[in-house]
């Protein structure tokens, strides 16, 4: 399933996947994967993603 809402809350803060995988110490591709579906990050990874984008795990990893 992808995550829109990670692409939409890192577009929001006018972050490429470059620069947030900079931030959280992935590869672009690994951030390109998880927008996509195809990759399912650790908690730690998350974790970092979040405060990274100053949001919380439900806002942006958990499915209704």
């Not at 195809?38 to 908690?43: C, E, F, G, R």
């Not at 998350?46 to 990893?61: G, P, Y």
Request: glycine share 4%.
């Amino acid at each position: 399933m992808k995550n829109l809402r990670l692409k939409a809350a890192r577009a929001g803060m006018d972050l490429s996947q470059e620069q947030l995988a900079e931030m959280c110490n992935v590869s672009r591709q690994t951030i390109s994967s998880i927008e996509k579906g195809d990759y399912n990050p650790t908690i730690n990874l998350c974790i970092a993603i979040c405060k990274a984008l100053h949001k919380t795990l439900d806002e942006l990893f958990w499915e209704e």
